[in-house]
């Protein structure tokens, strides 16, 4: 049971650090807070109960397809809605009203549009994708649940485990790698600094803004299979517990994001194990621990700067 | 002379006053909340549009028949969403008594968003119409203010599931049960009561797990598996819809099975459930058997298969399922409408009494209307069933009690 609640937080740890990842990285580049992060995830899921319905596309591939699309979508969005806020005298206090309003907006048009039931993507389609996989990698691989450290998990943990990995490794070869990473991290440095020298900050924060609400839309994917179904009004807890994620981990630094993520996961997993009735308290709980202890978070000053 | 004719106008005024104050009203003014998101929306919108599927019918037909007035007055809904939030309902709740004035104030449905409403309508001496809100606790003997029309009380609920384990249970072989149940009023009273019936019975049968969770939980998995650690022979999961829909997804995604599994929404919103859960992962599931599965002989309304069409053709689009909860505000309307037939007055007292003298008269869609003395529910009782997936459809066998089973069930489950 110890070992089983241990690995299980580790893979749901990965989830939820990607759940937090596109919050984190907004916050780092704008210093905003989107409070209707939330309902871009829920957007992806419902991208992808739909991708699935009409046109039976299997939600791995469906995650291609739901980063892709919600990357475009924010460009736009971010000259919509940021560059205003941005030159308004607190930002980051103003991001807490518009992207507030924002969130009610989308659950309301998302009610409307597809109804308050709970939606959901059949189990099977993910261990459909896992079999496609393995006979790709010649692995042998039976369609169910799957071994993972001598335990048994369901297979779209892994496969979220696996996206969640790969979402954070390649988030940090676009920071630490490519030219325009280098441009963003100027950027979180000092938004005042990268404008004197001529970086186009808003061409590079409109990046950073589409691929944090496509890492949400990502996360999304996979919510039918991580948290049961899907509804319109499923945005709030979700940016909740997103911001509890990036705040132990520290604002602003993707690898703060994955430590809050897995600590998170891992505690989770433990109150679920032996103290269920008080589950929902561990983000509140986390939260006021890591603020009086470490108020930047757990890996707050040493790489916000980096 | 001036003074003898103000008196006798005065005399006049005041014998015309009663006649005025007897005059019927325009309408009847019925508050009511509902939750069109949230964690609650999928058992609040069927209620609510079960419930305006009878009001549209009734102001079709020029209104309902009100006793005290001697005549047909029409309906008037005045309707708040609460998106499942206590916190706004406990204010739209208050404005529906104070600012609306409302004749009839109605629970939202559940009995999470009817807990806050039973202080208000006690503090304001209105009655409260709890629709399907069946936590124990807000029935006391101290508390005239309150009846429970649709579904029994949360004590009654899983007598038939208790009896039927610890009766039929170890002649299966079922002697070690796991029970998880959401921590609220609904499923924490039916869980209570569990414990309570299992324990009572001295059958041998014991509870070997027996954990209460937030009802906001979404992944069961870590949990399926202690469960499983403990090698039970029944497993009962208590939650909502929600909760149901994740349990059985994690339960199918984990590759775990359970002899016996009971949970209550595939029972109560079979149509949601399969959609969500699909087919095979409701087959051989046990959950109680509701009215709006099961055809009771309705001496009053449409009976279901007439309901059924009609709501199939109001609502169609799919949006909300047809269920329990359909039926259940569709005889909310029902109870109303008899009890303003023949109620003395408009007086919160009066309609509760009209209400209380349907008990063990009314026979609805929902089976014998039947309160208790606190106002709780005890006739529309859920027996014992088991689903059968046939290809995509949904069979329920009922099983419990004897009386009214119509087959056997398979144990261990398919």
Known sequence: MLIYTLLAGLLFGLYFSLMGLGLNLMFGVMRIVNLAHGDFLMLGAFLAFWLFNLFALNPIPGVAVAFALFLLAGLPLYYLLVPRLLAARDPEMLSFILFFGFSQVIEAVATIAFGTSERSIPGGSMARAAAAVASLLDLAYRPGPIAFLGQSFPVAWLAAGIVSALAVLLIYVYLYRTRLGYLTRAVMASREEAISTGIDVHRVSAIAFGIGIALAAVAGVFVPFMLGSITPAMGVDVTITSFAVIVIGSLGNPLGTVLGGILYGVSYMFMQSYYSSWANLLPYLLLIAVLLVRPSGLLGRQVRRA | ?414
Not at chain 2, 26 to 53: C, N, Q, T
Not at chain 2, 314 to 329: L, R, T
Not at chain 2, 346 to 354: G, S, T, V
């Open chain 2, 1 to 414: 002379m001036i003074r003898h004719t103000l008196l006798a106008a005065l005399s006049s005024l005041a014998l015309v006053t009663p006649a005025v104050a007897a005059e019927a009203p325009a309408e009847i003014k019925l508050g009511a909340l509902y939750a069109s998101s949230g964690r609650f929306a999928s058992i609040s919108m069927p209620v609510h549009d079960g419930m305006m599927l009878w009001l549209e019918q009734k102001n079709a037909e020029g209104g309902v028949f009100v006793k005290v007035f001697n005549r047909k007055i029409p309906l008037k809904l005045i309707a708040y969403d609460d998106q499942s939030n206590t916190g706004t309902a406990a204010t739209l709740y208050n404005q529906l008594i104070t600012q609306d004035k409302v004749d009839i104030l109605i629970a939202d449905s559940g009995s999470v968003l009817t807990s806050v409403a039973v202080p208000i309508a006690r503090d304001n001496k209105m009655l409260l119409i709890d629709q399907t809100g069946t936590g124990a606790t807000f029935f006391t003997p101290d508390n005239p203010y309150i009846v429970l029309l649709d579904d029994p009380v949360s004590t009654i609920w899983p007598k038939p599931l208790a009896d039927f384990l610890t009766q039929e249970g170890p002649k299966l072989g079922i002697k070690k049960v796991a029970m998880i149940y959401a921590t609220n009023d609904f499923t924490g009273t039916q869980a209570n009561a569990v414990r309570k019936f299992i324990k009572e019975s001295n059958s041998g049968v014991e509870l070997v797990y027996d954990q209460g969770v937030p009802t906001e939980t979404s992944n069961y998995t870590v949990l399926i598996n202690n469960i499983r650690a403990t090698q039970p022979d029944a497993v009962i999961e208590l939650g909502y819809a929600p909760n149901d829909i994740a349990f059985l997804r994690n339960l199918a995604d984990s590759g775990v099975k359970f002899n016996f599994l009971f949970c209550i929404y595939p029972g109560l919103e079979t149509d949601l459930l399969a959609k969500n859960v699909g087919a095979a992962g409701l087959n051989g599931v046990f959950t109680y058997v509701p009215s709006s599965e099961m055809s009771y002989e309705s001496e009053f309304g449409m009976n279901l298969p007439q309901f059924k069409a009609a709501w199939n053709k109001a609502y169609g689009h799919g949006k909300v399922e047809f269920g329990f909860n359909s039926v259940a505000g569709y005889t909310t309307g029902l109870v109303l409408e008899k009890a303003l037939a023949t109620a003395d007055s408009l007086d919160q007292l009066a309609l509760r009494k009209a209400i209380f003298d349907l008990s063990g008269k009314l026979k609805t869609i929902d089976g014998t209307f039947e309160l208790n003395a606190e106002g709780a529910q005890i006739g529309e009782i859920t027996p014992l069933g088991q689903l059968a997936a046939e290809g995509e459809q949904i069979k329920f066998v009922t099983v419990w009690p004897f009386a009214v089973a119509t087959g056997k069930p398979i144990y261990p489950a398919p």
